[in-house]
């Protein structure tokens, strides 16, 4: 490491000088930086005092000597000095103040960055010893003194204390300024000054809260640019997972805005800006953001089903998240009963989950059992229905993007499968239709045939026109996955 260069350029504080080799020694930053400087500077007197005291007595074949040694000892380029010892031995030492002055000015740089321990040379005060002497460090310019240090220490507690949390990370936003110096002085040991301030305050907080320092999965992430003291919290959403069932049919599962205003409220949606009234989203949620007190939330469902449709048996499962709470821990229970006496939605098996739930319920495909009825425009015989069951189970599905749902989907041919089919006839030209398949198969196009864009259909087996009179979830098979 250049010691010289660096100082010279930089006049790091020990604190900083020390972060250079951050990763080697198991010390403080200070203590390790005051001790390569210390070590330096030792260096360099002694050499000082050598060369002066041989020049004296007029002893340059010993100076010579002397100032081969000090080349060799500063093989790592330290600073201009060895090119100076050269020039003056070719000139067999006839410029000794030369030598001497450029010693005394690497002995300055490292005095300059902080190392008041350097007095002088002979007795005489060349350098500063007033130890309360400003350190105008341009790594970290004073982040570390006390006072920084509290003031924003009192500005996070002071936004800490609206929220509930057990964890909480510091990260440090640094300036532009800051980043370019760190690549400039970069050494393969050093450590980011992000690394200790975030350390140091991490313990401030800590000490101060008696909360703990989570890096994985905190519940609150300090932002602090210690530059200028701005402090803003991101407050992490909490998840709240279990399974729903819609009981009745004509809500949607998620809030959908109206088609006129996009959500701003028109005289179509009395100005609501909703297409309708409620949706299991709401019903669900809004106990929760009550309760919870987040700013937002997002609902995530193991697939959806149609308006018209029930969801029902086990429930489907689902992911509540809710952003920026103040309060992270609730009594679920009774969330769950204020939920399930609005009759139409219920939830069952609440309890907390991790962001990771919210991955694996939008995008794991889950096999599904759904019951229809089907009514045909013509009477279907016995003979027929057992048909249907022997062309439709254990059988693969060619299904094109639906007609109703194109303008939303892309235009694709899927391949689901079906694997159980079970009939039970109702009239002469309604029977029930159960069916255990995988999830991403239309059911009522199943039916139908959607013009020939799914193959087979029962439309196309019965060779009648069929269509899904309703039809409910009876099972989202998650155990399956």
Not at 12 to 25: D, E, I, M, N
Not at 260 to 269: F, L, S, V
Not at 367 to 386: D, I
Request: hydrophobic content about 30%; proline content about 3%.
């Amino acid at each position: 490491m250049d010691i010289i260069g660096i100082l010279k350029d930089y006049p790091l504080c020990h604190r900083c000088f020390g972060r250079l080799c951050g990763k080697v020694l198991h010390t403080s930053n200070y203590e390790r930086g005051k001790s390569i400087k210390m070590a330096k500077a030792m260096e360099l007197e002694s050499k000082l005092y050598s060369l002066m005291e041989k020049y004296d007595d007029g002893n340059n074949e010993d100076i010579d000597k002397d100032n081969d040694d000090y080349k060799d000892n500063n093989n790592d380029k330290d600073n201009d000095t060895n090119h100076n010892l050269d020039a003056c031995n070719n000139n067999k030492g006839n410029d000794m103040d030369k030598i001497l002055q450029k010693i005394k000015e690497d002995l300055y740089y490292i005095h300059r960055s902080g190392l008041l321990e350097i007095k002088g040379i002979n007795g005489e005060e060349e350098y500063s010893t007033n130890e309360n002497m400003e350190i105008n460090c341009p790594w970290c310019k004073s982040i570390f003194n006390e006072k920084n240090l509290n003031d924003i220490l009192e500005g996070a507690l002071s936004l800490l204390k609206d929220y509930q949390y057990d964890s909480f990370l510091v990260g440090t936003i640094l300036p532009k300024d800051i980043k370019k110096l760190e690549e400039e002085i970069r050494t393969p040991y050093m450590e980011s000054i992000r690394q200790e301030f975030n350390r140091v305050m991490g313990r401030l907080l800590v000490e101060n809260t008696g909360k703990i320092v989570d890096k994985q999965n905190p519940d609150i992430v300090i932002k602090i640019n210690p530059y200028n003291k701005k402090i803003e919290l991101q407050v992490n959403s909490i998840f709240i997972k279990g399974r729903y069932r819609k009981l009745i049919r004509g809500i949607p599962q998620t809030k959908w805005p109206c088609n006129h205003c996009r959500g701003k409220g028109c005289e179509n949606c009395n100005y609501t800006g909703k297409r309708y009234n409620t949706s299991v989203e709401e019903i669900i949620a809004e106990p929760f953001m009550e309760v919870f007190k987040g700013k937002d939330e997002s609902f995530h469902g193991a697939g959806r089903e149609d308006i018209d449709v029930r969801m029902l048996g086990k429930g489907r499962p689902f992911v509540l998240q809710i952003k920026e709470p103040k309060i992270r821990k609730a009594n679920l229970e009774e969330i769950k009963e204020k939920i399930n006496r609005s009759g139409s939605v219920e939830v069952l098996n609440l309890e907390y989950g991790i962001k990771r739930d919210v991955v694996f319920f939008k995008n794991e495909p889950h096999r599904k059992t759904y019951l229809a009825v089907v009514e045909c425009e013509e009477e279907v015989s016995n003979e027929e229905l057992l048909k249907v069951v022997k062309n439709l189970e254990n059988s693969s599905i060619d299904q094109r993007t639906p007609l109703r749902v194109s303008h939303r989907r892309a235009d694709l041919i899927r391949v689901r499968r079906v694997y159980d089919v079970e009939v039970n006839r109702i009239d002469p030209k309604t029977f029930e239709l159960k069916i255990y398949c995988d999830g991403g198969l239309y059911i009522k196009e199943l039916i139908s045939g959607d013009e020939n864009r799914t193959l087979p259909s029962v439309s196309e087996i019965l060779n009648k026109k069929c269509k899904c009179k309703t039809l409910d979830v009876l099972e989202v098979h998650d155990e399956d996955v």
